[in-house]
């Protein structure tokens, strides 16, 4: 009664194009169809997208990254990427409970295998201020409830601002979260799922890993909503 009291005053809506929804549901009906899942034919390491010899990428190849595997449910495209835009950057906070639904949904395989402990990537003081909340920790914590896993919020910190990655080159992007990071000493011998909302080169979650793994941690895994193809 209660849930049917909560649609009538805020009634469901496409997490996309917020379109009300006839019943609760992530996406309306066109959104649904656009929405494009990660393709089969990826690199095994970072998800990236692409049919790549003995399934890793050249990037993979050339430098391998210090978390064991990465993982996302959609491609970022469409829907998927309208979605995580509102979430990050329209203040609709609201939407983590349904982005983490999706989460379950499409990675279950990759979570029943993965670490059990959540640790988002942290967004710096001053960046949290101008937002005024962290989608990324929010997501991990509506993904601890859906899953029954702990959400530890202190052992990551982003240790200075940095510019955003959007724009940059990939050198660029890598230079500029060097050493961004910083991982407590409460970190030693765990495992940890390192959460965001979009994998694109993987420069940040290679830095939050690296300072992970730097204070202890024993293996990092990453899961994203989104894989952008950042090697087309």
């Not at 649609?7 to 929405?35: M, Q, S």
């Not at 899942?37 to 990826?42: F, G, I």
Request: aromatic share 6%; charged share 25%; proline share 7%.
């Amino acid at each position: 009664m209660l849930q049917h009291f909560l649609d009538l005053l805020y009634p469901p809506a496409c997490i996309a194009c917020a379109k009300v929804l006839p019943v609760r549901g992530a996406f309306c009906e066109t959104c649904d169809l656009a929405v494009e899942r990660l393709p089969t034919a990826r690199c095994h390491t970072c998800a990236e997208p692409g049919a790549f010899p003995r399934h890793t990428c050249p990037r993979c190849h050339d430098a391998p990254p210090p978390f064991t595997r990465a993982w996302a449910a959609f491609a970022h495209e469409g829907p998927i990427a309208r979605a995580i835009h509102r979430f990050k950057y329209e203040d609709h906070p609201e939407l983590a409970p349904a982005l983490a639904a999706l989460l379950v949904s499409e990675c279950g395989r990759f979570l029943a295998r993965a670490p059990p402990t959540l640790v988002a990537l942290p967004l710096h003081g001053s960046r949290f201020r101008e937002r005024g909340y962290d989608q990324a920790w929010l997501l991990a914590q509506a993904l601890a409830r859906a899953t029954g896993r702990e959400a530890d919020p202190d052992v990551l910190r982003r240790a200075r601002a940095t510019r955003r990655q959007v724009g940059l080159s990939e050198a660029e992007r890598a230079l500029n979260v060097a050493d961004a990071f910083r991982a407590t000493a409460s970190a030693a011998g765990r495992d940890f799922l390192l959460v965001d909302d979009v994998l694109t080169t993987g420069a940040t979650v290679r830095a939050a890993a690296q300072a992970l793994l730097d204070a202890g941690a024993r293996r990092v895994e990453v899961l994203t909503l989104a894989r952008a193809f950042s090697l087309a």
